[in-house]
Nanobody, 119 residues
Framework: VQLVESGGGLVQAGDSLRLSCAAS????????MGWYRQAPGKQRESVAG??????????ADSVKGRFTISISRDNAKNTMYLQMNSLKPETTAVYYC???????????WGQGTQVTVSS
């Protein structure tokens, strides 16, 4: 599975961004996808997750009410989105896309996309 993120950039506090993650390859084995982020000097943390059917989502407390995760499927290609509103400087991080595979818990990762929020 290949995961390619896009949509990051430099914005001001209060602005919005929409991240995308396109999954290709053996996507049939993916059962869930998620967004993680890693700020400088900090550990990677979970931001939001969603099942491939879109019927279940979860969010980190710090982003609830401001971020929305969604997913779409087209010809076995999954595309996951993260709509980020009311961005704060502490949102600054590299955002990674993750795909969880069926059985065994194997995870695939994207290369990351930088989100920088200036105050």
């Amino acid at each position: 599975v290949q995961l390619v993120e896009s949509g990051g950039g430099l914005v001001q506090a209060g602005d919005s961004l929409r991240l995308s993650c396109a999954a290709s390859g053996s996507t049939f084995s993916i059962v869930a996808m998620g967004w993680y982020r890693q700020a400088p000097g900090k550990q990677r943390e979970s931001v939001a997750g969603i099942t491939t059917g879109g019927d279940s989502t979860n969010y980190a407390d710090s982003v609830k009410g401001r971020f929305t995760i969604s997913i779409s499927r087209d010809n076995a290609k999954n595309t996951m989105y993260l709509q980020m509103n009311s961005l704060k400087p502490e949102t600054t991080a590299v955002y990674y896309c993750m795909a969880l595979h069926y059985g065994g818990g194997q995870r695939s990762w994207g290369q990351g996309t930088q989100v920088t929020v200036s105050s």
